[in-house]
């Protein structure tokens, strides 16, 4: 298995709702990656997990909650969120942190109403 | 910081011309890496080279890697719609905080 598995793969969630999307790999890579997309914008790191253990939070807002349950699964927890959080939200995984080549998910396209 | 720049920026061709698109950093890479993003989809990795002078080939594409290993190359041959999508070549850097970085890329259109 060489893929990054999202879902959903679409999201449409009001401003009060709570959801999670979900990112799956079985490659036993230990560092995995939450990166948001604009429209026409290349990918904007989000959250660095390595080990399970999170590594870099790029000061995103508390309204997105990572969690990483266990080696092969990411979750991003959203709630209260804002029209302008809409975005593609890619997760990647890498052997280990630092090292180079990441394999991306196809991302869940959010859309905040 | 390591700034990072992509040319062009946009590019619109006809099927079967060939293209060369460019990578230059302000500092020396470690390594560098090519990405093709299509339309809705996640990047995916194309190469990775890590030697300066290094050229390595996939199918129609060649890419290099300068001697100095701060600026890159990817080379198009007989371009075709396949080929349409978002090219992107991030930087790494921070040590022992890694961060993987992305510039604008170049966004690639191939007409038929």
């Known amino acids: 298995d060489t893929e990054v598995t999202q879902t959903p793969k679409h999201l449409v969630m009001g401003m009060t709702n709570k959801k999670s999307l979900k990112c799956e790999q079985h490659m036993g890579h230990r560092a995995m990656y939450w990166y948001k997309q604009k429209a026409k914008k290349p990918p904007e790191l989000m959250f660095v997990y390595s080990y399970e253990k999170l590594s870099i939070n790029e000061s995103v807002p508390s309204r997105f909650s990572p969690e990483c349950p266990n080696s092969s699964l990411l979750n991003l927890h959203l709630h209260a969120l804002q029209p302008e959080d809409s975005a593609l939200y890619l997760c990647a995984s890498s052997p280990i942190w630092g090292s180079h080549g990441y394999t991306f998910g196809s991302g869940t396209r959010l859309t905040v109403v | 910081t390591q700034l990072l720049e992509q040319s062009p920026q946009f590019l619109s061709i006809q099927e079967g011309e060939n293209l060369t698109v460019y990578c230059n950093s302000s500092s020396v890479f470690s390594s560098l890496q090519w990405y093709r993003q299509e339309p809705g989809e996640g990047p995916v990795l194309l190469v990775t080279?890590?030697?300066?002078?290094e050229v390595k080939k996939l199918k129609r594409l060649t890419f290099q890697f300068g001697d100095a290993r701060k600026d890159s190359s990817l080379h198009i041959t007989a371009a075709q719609p396949g080929d349409t999508g978002l090219y992107l070549c991030p930087s790494g850097s921070g040590g022992s905080n890694y961060k993987l970085t992305f510039g604008k890329g170049t966004l690639l259109t191939v007409n038929p």
């Open positions: 080279v890590v030697t300066g002078g």
